[in-house]
């Protein structure tokens, strides 16, 4: 994990527990990366969906069960990683990033909506 890649409200491990960054001060070489799962997906909101793909697809759930230009996350076995994609309604869809761990997501999403997750 990099200084350069927190954020407040990034969540991290410090010593086998779970935390959310906050600003204070943390010794680097004690946070580790969570790693990127469908349990921390579903905590922020996002939903699994079929969409005849390889692996494993999921968008972020819209208001009253609509989807519009949508953030999917994508897991593929073969690779063993998260793809990030931004879906829009019509073509092109736009691949942004590979990600392995929860505050990458974090960044990704604010940087990409001006909003948390």
């Keep these: 994990m990099k200084a350069n890649e927190l954020r407040i409200g990034n969540w991290f491990i410090e010593k086998d527990e779970i935390k959310q960054f906050?600003?204070?001060?943390?010794?680097?070489?004690?946070?580790k990366p969570i790693p990127l799962t469908e349990e921390w997906l579903l905590k922020f909101g996002f939903e699994d969906v079929d969409l005849?793909?390889?692996g494993s697809n999921w968008l972020v759930k819209k208001q009253k069960g609509l989807w519009r230009?949508?953030?999917?996350?994508?897991?593929?076995?073969?690779?063993?990683?998260?793809?990030?994609?931004?879906?829009c309604v019509s073509p092109p869809t736009l691949s942004i990033a590979t990600i392995k761990y929860v505050h990458q997501?974090?960044?990704?999403?604010?940087?990409?909506?001006?909003?948390e997750l």
Excluded at 22 to 31: A, E, N, Q, S, T
Excluded at 70 to 83: G, H, L, P, T, V
């Design 22 to 31: 906050d600003g204070d001060f943390y010794h680097l070489l004690d946070m």
């Design 69 to 87: 230009q949508a953030i999917r996350i994508a897991y593929s076995e073969k690779s063993d990683e998260w793809s990030l994609t931004l879906e």
């Design 52 to 54: 005849n793909m390889s």
């Design 105 to 115: 997501l974090q960044n990704l999403y604010f940087a990409l909506t001006g909003k």
